[in-house]
């Protein structure tokens, strides 16, 4: 299959994975909304290079990972702990916030915003068999070869949806930064909820 055909399938999949709302959509159009573009653009760079590493990894272990479903079961148990965590991070942080806040401080740069887009990526483990699962899928018919071009174009079109993505987050939430729901506080409670619910459904699969 053609690299460029390649690149914009890996980007649309990746493109449909990260939409619906989740921690790090929610978190890039929080940050745009509290401290401008700049800052949540270097987010959501953060995460994306976080996402292009998830994605080779990806292709390196899709057959094993196929073949042994008792790790991706381990991973998910990880990741419920993860969720649960960060949840009742952000449920604390959103009831300081009930109170009128003054001007922080310090703002925190772009550097730090960039390496919390790191950070927060590498937590959401998610990508890694969602994105096993789908190149195991285009394996199997031909679609993909483990060749080096066909692996950067493919890692190359992840990255590249998953920071569009982000941007349609930020230019959304930003077309209605006036309204109560785009509050730092509701933005809290609403990444809270989200992660609650993410744990929530990954702990019913376990079971």
């Known amino acids: 299959m053609d ?17 619906p709302p989740g921690m790090l959509n929610m978190s890039a159009a929080r940050i745009s909304l509290k401290e401008g573009h700049n800052r949540s653009f270097m987010f959501s760079i953060g995460v994306c290079i976080v996402v292009g590493l998830q994605t080779y990894v990806a292709t390196i272990f899709a057959k094993y990972l196929n073949q042994h479903p008792d790790v991706t ?11 649960l965590l960060i949840s009742f991070y952000f449920f604390m942080t959103a009831k300081k916030q009930a109170s009128p806040v003054s001007v922080e401080a310090q703002i925190k740069s772009k550097k730090s ?11 959401n483990i998610f990508p890694i068999p969602f994105q096993a699962y789908v190149v195991t899928s285009l394996l199997s018919v031909g679609w993909l070869q483990l060749d080096p071009s066909s692996i950067g174009a493919y890692i190359a079109g992840a990255a590249m949806g998953s920071f569009i993505a982000l941007y349609i987050y930020i230019l959304f ?23 609650l619910a993410v744990a929530t459904v990954t702990f019913v699969n376990l079971i």
Do not use: E, H
């Open 3 to 19: 690299i460029t055909l390649i690149f914009f399938l890996s980007l649309l999949i990746s493109f449909l994975g990260v939409m």
């Open 73 to 83: 079961s381990i991973l998910k148990r990880v990741a419920v702990v993860i969720f």
């Open 113 to 123: 915003r960039f390496f919390q887009g790191v950070f927060m990526s590498a937590l």
């Open 173 to 195: 939430f930003d077309s209605i930064k006036n309204n109560k729901i785009t509050s730092p506080k509701n933005m809290n409670y609403c990444i809270a909820f989200i992660t």
